[in-house]
């Protein structure tokens, strides 16, 4: 039972290339979600899936778009990486009827120069 | 709208002594949770312990337990017999029940780092 697990673990990007983070849960968990950490500061939430066929906008969403492509993944993705977009971006899941409990990744760390 | 502060950047303590890290919080619900992650050098978060708002008692697993003050609204975590492998960054969050489709938003603060000296 792997958890959540998160790919890649590092990634250097320049300004104006795209990818795509991906993420896969093992918990049978409905819920799940995108967040980036920066320094001083506490997890921010990007986007959102409250289950299979649903996403919807976090607290920063701006520059990233997201697919649910089953119920066990979650991928983000950044069209035209920016250096702002420097962080470390986590993703989580949660079951449907308990949604504030959420269960992380190791974490993708991604610098954009 | 919800806001976490932890007004302690770093703690220190010494192996097996106690410590107790601080979280203060504002929400305007009256139904919430509150909860207590670790993440260490790995960088993995790791959820550590959960209060729901509507229990007066403490939350505690092993040696980790809550001090959890409604009325101050304050959610400090106390470390018994701090190990080394305590050492890490440790986020307090609070979230609103979700109910039905909404999700359980987490709301962090900006974390404590603490160190635990052999």
């Known amino acids: 039972n792997a958890g959540v697990t998160q790919t890649p673990k590092f990634q250097v990007l320049k300004t104006g290339q795209s990818m795509t983070l991906q993420c896969a849960q093992d918990?049978?968990?409905?819920?799940m979600y995108w967040y980036r950490q920066d320094p001083g500061m506490g997890l921010r939430l990007i986007y959102y899936?409250?289950?299979?066929?649903?996403?919807d906008k976090g607290e920063v969403p701006n520059g990233y778009n997201v697919s649910r492509l089953n119920k066990r993944e979650f991928s983000l993705r950044l069209e035209s990486a920016a250096p702002s977009q420097t962080s470390v971006y986590f993703c989580?899941?949660?079951?449907?009827?308990?949604?504030?409990?959420?269960?992380f990744g190791p974490g993708t760390r991604l610098l954009v120069l | 709208a919800q806001t976490v502060t932890q007004s302690q950047p770093e703690m220190s303590v010494q192996e097996a002594e106690t410590v107790t890290l601080s979280c203060t919080y504002d929400?305007?619900?009256?139904?919430?949770?509150l909860f207590w992650y670790k993440q260490p050098p790995s960088r993995q978060m790791i959820l550590v312990i959960r209060?729901?708002?509507?229990?007066?008692q403490n939350a505690t697993e092993n040696r980790f337990s809550v001090n959890f003050q409604k009325a101050a609204k304050s959610f400090s975590l106390k470390i018994s017999d701090s190990q080394l492998g305590d050492t890490a960054m440790y986020f307090c969050?609070?979230?609103?029940?979700?109910?039905?489709?909404?999700?359980?938003?987490?709301?962090f603060g900006q974390g404590t780092i603490l160190t635990v000296h052999p």
């Open positions: 929400t305007s619900e009256n139904n919430y949770y």
């Open positions: 899936s409250a289950s299979e066929g649903t996403t």
């Open positions: 989580a899941s949660s079951e449907l009827w308990n949604q504030e409990t959420q269960y």
């Open positions: 969050a609070s979230a609103t029940n979700a109910g039905g489709t909404s999700y359980g938003k987490l709301t």
């Open positions: 918990m049978n968990h409905n819920s």
């Open positions: 209060q729901e708002a509507y229990k007066q």
